[in-house]
């Protein structure tokens, strides 16, 4: 175990590399930084924090908006050097280190033929994106990642090393699966489900100024509901790098196995009226499914602030709430998502039959990127502007990118009533003493 204490060089390199986003990279400081190489590293890690009377925080590449894995205090335990992938093509399952990060699974998985819903940014490790439900690419067809974990290890506050399935430890197996920083363990690896590598991917984009929102809301509106639910629907209003002054930019993935069908599910965004045709670039282009990432807008090395929620309403409807405030400072944009169809409705509350229990209708994320440290206030005001212009469209959000600092009370509006209660019953079971930090809030 590989462990740095407070104050030394060591450390404080340590730490400078923790976070992804710049704003926070020394915003709190944990008393020692491990890095587990192993799950023995794990377990001693936890011991060392038990016999020292001190908390735990988890790190799998530091990713969380709110950079939730940095604590004042405590032992914070960093999963990046457990970055193990182990492919049985056979079978079509892989054990995936927690800190693997989705682009290399993708990676290494389209040399077996084999794919899996990973995040949109090839950088986020596997580890917190899986805990907090993971809404990766190809959603439409397979669903939110958490569902294709099949298995986790996961040590204990007690030190135990414990396999979790449906059958072994279903409750913690059940919370590992959407609990994202309110889970009261650490996951060490993931069991996952592959799924065949898609032959074909087809991708519609589109700019236009922002002041033509009102031209092409109703378009989008038509288009989407005609479109097959496992169209992925981008619509992104702000400071898009494809517009000169603020805009908006549409990105239509389609993917399947016969190019003509893969083509043909874009055919509700090529039927458009002269006046959003003339509003708009329009291009289209095939791609390699493992090459989607390079199409993820998220610079690294910035400041950031972002915000996220989950909504019923239709891509025209928020992009019409977005346009009076999309144009922020910097890189400031609003993210619109949505499978193609009806898909706006937000499915039952606990529908997944784990902890996951909100969401996967349309959504939308609020995201501020900048550098110097003078602009904080304005895209800090920026991101809660935005997200009080969202709010009366707002049924939920989403615990992987919520701004849960903003408010206690927000951690309610990540979960269905019944699945919070249930994970907070567990908390106590499995970690009595309080060892794991929890939700920043
Ligand atoms: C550029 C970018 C792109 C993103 N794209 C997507 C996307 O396409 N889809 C999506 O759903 N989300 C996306 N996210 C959100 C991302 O999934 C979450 O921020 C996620 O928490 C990042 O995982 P991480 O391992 O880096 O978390 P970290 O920041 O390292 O950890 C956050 C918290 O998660 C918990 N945690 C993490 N790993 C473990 C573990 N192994 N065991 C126990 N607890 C753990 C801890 O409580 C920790 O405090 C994106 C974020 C960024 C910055």
């Given at each position: ?74 032992v914070l335990i960093d999963l990046g050097p457990l970055d193990g992938i182990s492919i049985d093509a ?151 790098p494809q517009v000169s002054g603020p805009g908006v930019h549409l990105q239509v993935v389609a993917t ?186």
């Amino acid at each position: 175990m590989v462990g740095f204490a407070k104050n030394s060089v060591a450390y404080e390199r340590a730490r400078e590399a923790l976070i992804w986003n710049q704003r926070l990279h020394d915003a709190r400081s944990p008393e020692r930084i491990v890095e587990a190489r192993s799950t023995r590293d794990v377990v001693e890690a936890v011991e060392f924090a038990r016999l020292n009377g001190l908390k735990v925080s988890v790190r799998g590449s530091g990713h969380d908006y709110q950079a939730s894995a940095l604590r004042d205090g405590g032992v914070l335990i960093d999963l990046g050097p457990l970055d193990g992938i182990s492919i049985d093509a056979e079978k079509r399952q892989a054990w995936v280190g927690a800190g693997a990060k989705g682009g290399a699974l993708l990676e290494a998985l389209s040399d077996h033929g084999l794919a899996f819903p990973v995040g949109h940014c090839p950088d986020v490790a596997l580890s917190g994106y899986l805990l907090g439900g993971g809404f990766g690419w190809n959603f439409g067809e397979w669903g939110p990642a958490c569902l294709s974990v099949t298995e986790i290890e996961v040590v204990t506050a007690a030190g135990e090393i414990l396999r979790a399935n449906e059958d072994s430890h279903p409750d913690v197996f059940w919370a590992a699966r959407g609990a994202g920083s309110g889970f009261f363990a650490v996951v060490t690896r993931y069991r996952l489900k592959l799924y065949p590598l898609p032959k074909c991917v087809h991708v519609l984009s589109a700019t236009f100024p922002l002041e033509r929102v009102p031209a092409i809301a109703d378009w989008l509106d038509t288009a989407t509901l005609a479109a097959d639910s496992k169209v992925e629907i981008t619509c992104i209003a702000g400071s898009v790098p494809q517009v000169s002054g603020p805009g908006v930019h549409l990105q239509v993935v389609a993917t399947g196995d016969d190019d003509a069908e893969v083509r043909n599910r874009l055919t509700p965004f090529r039927d458009r009226p002269a006046a959003v045709d003339r509003a708009g670039a329009f291009e289209e282009k095939p791609m390699g499914f493992a090459d989607l990432p390079q199409l993820s807008a998220m610079p690294s090395g910035k400041r950031m602030a972002g915000d996220y929620l989950w909504t019923d309403a239709s891509p025209g409807e928020l992009l019409r709430a977005a346009q009076p405030v999309a144009e922020g400072p910097s890189i400031a944009t609003i993210s619109i998502f949505s499978p193609g169809g009806d898909g706006c409705d937000a499915p039952d509350p606990g529908l997944f039959g784990c902890a996951l229990s909100v969401g996967c209708g349309a959504s939308a994320g609020i995201y501020a990127l900048w550098d110097d440290p003078a602009d904080d206030e304005a895209h800090l005001a920026w991101v809660s502007g935005a997200d009080a212009a969202l709010a009366p469209h707002r049924k939920g959000r989403y615990v992987g990118e919520t701004d849960l600092t903003a408010g206690p009370e927000r951690v309610e509006d990540c979960f269905a009533p019944a699945c919070l209660d249930r994970l907070r019953a567990l908390r106590e079971r499995y970690d009595p003493e309080d060892r794991f930090f929890s939700f920043l809030t």
